[in-house]
């Protein structure tokens, strides 16, 4: 490893699994000091473990992301533990696979606070300690949903339709304070949140078969791939990379 992240204090949220546990691995291996928040307490637990046992630095804090007391307790844990975050990874997330007439105020409520504020609340409580250390950088999770439409996932693709402009405006504004802010969007993952979609949108007839899926984008993305992406935005490699939008994705979007 080249340890394009070293010494550096990070935060990865939802990254007791999936594209989460990758990206908290990668960067660990690439010496940043990471702090693991999810609310799947003993799969986060036991991700800082694996880190630590092959000889990097990690930490775990439960919290609901969207809840800004666990949030703000959370990002303290990491600032007591670390030292203040420089880098975010705002990758915590969930979806709703269903008929939008199907879709209830309760499925909205719960998806926007899951997927969009918990950006809000995750980067408003880290921002502080990187202005002070002079500068950080942010990634947040967004999809190839926010611009290509899915049936049944209108709640889906709205919530990140919303992180795309969050990952834009957040860059336009701290800018000129060394604070850079990207998204990711990736097609069909192959984790346990990816296979889930999949399934639910074949029981709402939804092509999306190995076919489909081959036709689409090759194959699906694995998981250490987005988190390749996401270190690639938080590295000095992406210096004059901010308020961009990487699609990881085999060309889906480019169909």
Known sequence: MSKRL???AAVVSGGATGCGGAAARLFAAEGARVTIVDIQEEAGAAVAEAIRRVGGQASFAHADVSERDEVEAAVAHAAETFGPPTLLFNHAGSIVVKPFLDTTDA???RLMDVNVRSMFLMTRAVLPGMLEAGGGRIVCTSSISAVAGTPMEVLYATTKGAVHMFA???AVEFRDRNIRCNAICPGFIDTPHGRREVEALTRCGIDVSEAAIA???GRMC???EVASAALFLLSDEASFVNGAHLFVDNGFTAL
Do not use: F, S
Request: hydrophobic fraction near 20%; avoid cysteine; glycine fraction near 6%.
């Open 6 to 8: 070293d010494g550096q």
């Open 107 to 109: 499925d909205y409520d």
């Open 168 to 170: 834009r405006a957040v």
């Open 215 to 217: 036709a689409q984008q």
């Open 222 to 224: 694995r998981p250490e």
